[in-house]
């Protein structure tokens, strides 16, 4: 494998391929300098990306381009970005042996052997989590399009406010302002609230025949229901 270390133009170009939200993007020049590591099979950027990194020499500057797969969210999918580069570095990876003294050198097991198990089970406790991750997340939306109800507009307001407010936490988190993060995309923040509407429509919908499915079926939500995570009566069909 081989591994690159990049000068971004950009500050967090990583960070905005994982959480940009627009119409458009192109990152330009701001005049901030991040080192980025960069693996070349990891897969680590969307499809393409790599690909135009291949054949270029340390110190050499180009530009990236590439589009977002229509399977990528719903406010990026098919759109085009260029990401302008340098190309700090570049190094090869030197893999060690696989074997006993390996195991002690990274983990608290002396052999390989137990070593690999403990991954193999930790592998496949995060699978299964996230396979229940992935049915709670189909139940939630297919309640959400049961409800047949005039829901006010506040509700949605609410939630649309809290989710924007969890995402300018995370981008803080991250190093980043979310005024600046505007700034970038050319939105304001009437704009970038309005991109989680249809998130907040769902949540609340969701949220609503849970709480009908409480009533209906006498749970105690102390004690029986977690709104986040509830398991449905086996016998019912949703």
């Known amino acids: 494998f081989f591994f690159f270390f990049f000068f971004f133009k950009q500050k967090t170009a990583y960070e905005m391929l994982r959480s940009l939200v627009g119409s458009e993007m192109c990152i330009r020049d701001s005049g901030k300098a991040n080192d980025h590591t960069l693996t070349l099979g990891d897969g680590q950027f969307i499809k393409g990306f790599e690909e135009q990194i291949i054949g270029h020499k340390p110190g050499e500057e180009f530009d990236v381009n590439v589009t977002f797969p229509e399977n990528?969210?719903?406010?990026?999918?098919?759109?085009?970005?260029?990401?302008?580069?340098?190309?700090?570095?570049?190094?090869?990876?030197?893999?060690?042996?696989?074997?006993?003294?390996f195991a002690k050198d990274v983990s608290e097991f002396d052999t390989l052997?137990?070593?690999?198990?403990?991954?193999?089970?930790?592998?496949?406790?995060?699978?299964?989590?996230?396979?229940?991750?992935?049915t709670e997340t189909n139940i939630g939306k297919k309640l959400a399009e049961l409800i047949k109800a005039d829901i006010p507009e506040a509700m949605f307001s609410n939630e649309i406010k809290h989710n924007f407010n969890d995402f300018a936490y995370n981008l803080k988190s991250q190093g980043m302002d979310v005024n600046t993060y505007m700034q970038y995309l050319g939105m304001d923040e009437k704009a970038l609230k309005e991109s989680f509407r249809e998130r907040a429509v769902e949540q609340v919908k969701t949220r609503l025949a849970l709480e009908k499915i409480a009533i209906t079926e006498k749970l105690d939500a102390t004690k029986a229901v977690s709104y986040t995570h509830l398991t449905l009566p086996t016998n019912r069909e949703v």
């Open 72 to 101: 990528y969210t719903d406010e990026l999918k098919g759109k085009d970005a260029t990401f302008k580069c340098k190309l700090n570095n570049l190094k090869v990876k030197e893999l060690p042996e696989l074997d006993d003294e």
């Open 113 to 134: 052997k137990e070593y690999k198990a403990d991954i193999k089970s930790k592998l496949q406790e995060q699978a299964n989590k996230e396979a229940e991750k992935a």
